[in-house]
């Protein structure tokens, strides 16, 4: 039998070039596209590659029936908080507008499943924690509301259309491939861990640490971080579930355990038995004070294990992929 095809978008990005390795390494057919080039080491891993918006119905759709594609990871899009709130204009027309177009293409050409990127920001300021799946969604941030709204369309969409889906919504994706070929590296970073690691090794200016009077145990930001490794492992088991007959659904994926920017920072100094170079700043727009995963629904109905999202091993990983380039 041949191996399954799955499409990748966004394959070019932190996320989608762990999926693109993860996934070929499972023995998978991996079709990427981005509308950024695709780096070299994902280029090894790929089957072929579009290189185009996701807008690009005729392209997309060009591709998917010359590989047979009937599976989807969508991951493209832009993922800032901070700059969802100065330009929301842009998140609405890339995150919803751009994935709506891009399924509707899809779903044309013999769509089986598609399996979204969507995020923790959906919830907005928890009500409870840690949150559940059923937590109220009331998102604090254009990101968060674009993802949400994208949500309502794919499940929609697959009522009508009759397409197995999956929602998963991550957490703080944070760390870097073991084998070290691949990381995060975004110009300009906005993100803790690698600001962080940056920060310490020179290679970034002084951490900013945004708000130090929250509601959490030191003041400041609480969040939930998940090796994106780990995150793969998760999208491969829904896959396959899938493949099994199961229709799909939405499911948190993090770690479980929350830890605040703070102690972040501790770990990042106690690895490097140096000091990270920090000053304390006002709150960054669109923050929650704590978001913190229940991730018992994708380990129960998926198996889903986590291998490498304990904060030292996703610190460690950080670092080696900061030294390496
Ligand atoms: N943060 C910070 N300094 C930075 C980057 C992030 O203090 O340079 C804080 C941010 O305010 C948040 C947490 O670290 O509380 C995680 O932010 P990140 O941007 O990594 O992910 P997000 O939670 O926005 O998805």
Redesign the pocket.
Known sequence: MEATSVFISGSSGYIGSHFTKFFAKKGLRVFGLDRVASPPAVQSYLQDFLHTDLKNETLVKTFVKKHGIHHVIHCAALCL?GESVEKPDLYEENNVKSSDIFLRALLSCGLQSFIFSSTA?TYGEPKFSPITEDHPQNPINPYGQTKLDFEKILIQSSQENGFSWGIMRYF?AAGADPEGELGENHDPE????P??CKAVLEMGPT?????NDYQTRDG??E?DYIHVMDLADAHYRLLTSIQKGKQGGAYNLGLGVGYT?NEVVQEIERQTDKVVPKVYADR?PG?PSK?VASNAKAKNELGWTLNYSDLPTLVKTTLSWFKFI
């Open positions: 908080v920001a703080n906005t993100h803790l861990i600001n962080a951490l900013k640490i945004f708000g400041t930001c969040r920017v960054r923050d978001l």
